[in-house]
């Protein structure tokens, strides 16, 4: 189970070429504001390529995003992504949204179609605004030379009525000017490594960076993979069976198993993960440092020593 020794020792050692990036979404309380800064600046230590920050479901939340990526923007030396979605809004509305967001200095959007207007409802396009990702990527590349990422699915969207219009689906995405694809999580390396073949035979050509969900929580974790098609392995299932009253020693595994699938892709070439964070750092921080990741000035300072 354990892959870990394929980590060479480059990356083993100060995190060698290995980068990582960080998902969080916007608080809803003072408390859960708290929460979400102590876990931003834990984060920050280890340098990430960016962070980006949700807009919450069904398109809601926008404010809170705008507000916490300019508060990341203004006081800390993260790089904010904002995602934005298609979801009950014209265009007009977006491109104001996005306008601001490029004069507050942020020059990174994550570009989503986003679900329904409502929990379990379909996607309905706003009749003024974009009618889907690919759309909006065109959109805001037409408003200013924005760093765009989008969505891409291991396993599959589970509105796609088969995989080659998946993959066409996200073709649209790189043509309309993407600059790289986040996967949706997924538990087993063989579902990216298949992927990210698929991708390169239909002659997709872009970053693709695997998105990676440390399990906090197993019976949440399966809300969300039920919700996006996501696999979970058995063996990975039994790894974390009466561990519900264990909160210590299931973090240690979910850790472990979080490390092993990232040291699994490692051993393939891949160097940048996404880290889906649910606003809380120990878990994240655990499995990069298993990647070899410290924080900046520790290894500034065991540089000097040296």
């Known amino acids: 189970m354990n892959a870990l020794p394929y980590l060479d020792s480059a990356a083993t050692a100060g995190g060698g070429d290995i980068e990582v990036s960080f998902e969080f979404f916007p608080p809803r309380s003072q408390v859960a504001a708290t929460e979400l800064w102590g876990a931003l600046l834990a984060l920050e230590s280890l340098g990430p390529r960016f962070v980006s920050v949700t807009c919450g479901a069904c398109g809601t939340a926008r404010d809170g995003t705008q507000a916490t990526v300019g508060r990341i923007r203004r006081e800390t030396s993260l790089a904010p992504a904002a995602h934005l979605t298609c979801v009950g809004a014209s265009r007009a509305e977006v491109n104001r949204l996005a306008e601001s967001y490029w004069e507050q200095g942020v020059r990174h959007i994550v570009a989503l179609r986003g679900d329904g207007s409502a929990p379990g409802a379909p996607f309905e396009a706003h009749p003024d605004g974009y009618a889907n990702a690919a759309a909006l990527v065109a959109g805001l590349k037409r408003i200013a030379p924005f760093e765009v990422s989008v969505a891409a699915y291991p396993e599959c969207h589970p509105e796609s009525p088969n995989k080659a219009a998946d993959l066409d689906n996200l073709w649209r995405k790189i043509d309309a000017g993407a600059d790289r694809a986040i996967t949706q999580f997924f538990f087993a390396p063989e579902n990216f490594l298949r992927f ?66 990232c040291a699994r892709l490692c051993a393939e070439e891949v160097r940048h993960f996404h880290f889906f964070t649910l606003n809380r750092a120990e878990l994240t921080y655990a499995v990069c440092h298993l990647l070899g990741l410290r924080p900046k000035e520790a290894i500034h300072e065991h540089s000097r020593a040296a």
């Open 196 to 261: 990210r073949d698929q991708v390169a035979a239909v002659g997709i050509d872009v970053e693709l960076v695997p998105g990676i969900l440390p399990i906090a929580n197993m019976a949440q974790t399966q809300r969300f993979a039920g919700k996006c098609g996501a696999s979970m392995p058995e063996a990975m299932l039994r790894l974390f069976e009466g561990l519900d009253d264990r909160p210590e020693v299931r973090s240690l595994v979910a850790a472990s198993v979080a490390a092993d699938l």
